[in-house]
């Protein structure tokens, strides 16, 4: 059985930039969780897609967005870069329901570098 | 979501045990206590989830106490491989999966 599946594994973008993130989930898993951890830190919660809705999402300006397409995959998309975005952002994805509850299972996720 | 409080760092030696402790006192009826592991630049992976008294896999166990305000992951006959970030979630019906700064464990030779 395939993982959680993220592309690409590393980008590099300029300042200013645009940046999409994708995230394949486990076949029968609907919802998307997305998180930001910068080098050294801890996981910051980014966005929860469940069922191709947005239903909750962290502490982050609105250039942080994303979208949940009918085959439950997703994107993230980044606006206006700026340096402090350079983190590795990861994908997981759970068969639905409570999120705590049911096993979370992470991609390899994107480095994303902002120079 | 259940506040969680984890030991910021440990240090074993290969082939002890270890136990790492996470107390979460406002801990509901309905909580599940999660634990993931996490090793430098990859996703956490699901190390094992219970309820209450014990819980044992291949690779971990958990114990819980009656009163569940506190719980313990016990790593047996730790490696240099074990060498990670170990993260505690308490909570039920939550609509976020949030991740506390975890325990990060050195296994020295």
């Known amino acids: 059985e395939a993982g959680v599946t993220q592309s690409p594994t590393h980008l590099i973008k300029t300042r200013g930039q645009q940046a999409t993130l994708r995230c394949s989930p486990i076949s029968g898993h609907t919802s998307v969780y997305w998180y930001q951890q910068a080098l050294g830190l801890g996981l910051q919660f980014l966005l929860w897609y469940d069922e191709g809705e947005e239903r909750n999402r962290g502490n982050f300006p609105p250039r942080f967005s994303g979208r949940q397409f009918p085959n439950y995959s997703s994107e993230l998309n980044v606006n206006a870069l700026e340096l402090e975005d350079s983190a590795l952002y990861l994908c997981?994805?759970?068969?639905?329901?409570?999120?705590?509850?049911?096993?979370?299972?992470f991609g390899q996720g994107t480095r994303l570098t902002v120079v | 979501l259940a506040k969680t409080t984890q030991p910021i760092s440990m240090d074993s030696y290969e082939g002890q045990e270890v136990n790492i402790t996470c107390s979460h006192n406002n801990i509901a009826t309905n909580d599940y206590i999660t634990w993931y592991q996490q090793f430098p630049s990859q996703g956490p992976r699901f190390i094992i989830q219970g309820y209450k008294t014990k819980v044992t896999n291949e690779v971990a166990s958990l114990f819980i106490p009656a009163d569940r305000k506190s719980s313990t992951l016990s790593l047996p006959r730790v490696s240099l491989s074990d060498t990670a970030v170990y993260y505690c979630?308490?909570?039920?019906?939550?609509?976020?999966?949030?991740f506390g700064t975890g325990t990060r464990l050195q296994v020295f030779p």
């Open positions: 997981a994805s759970t068969q639905g329901g409570v999120p705590v509850n049911t096993e979370a299972f």
């Open positions: 979630l308490v909570g039920y019906n939550t609509d976020k999966l949030i």
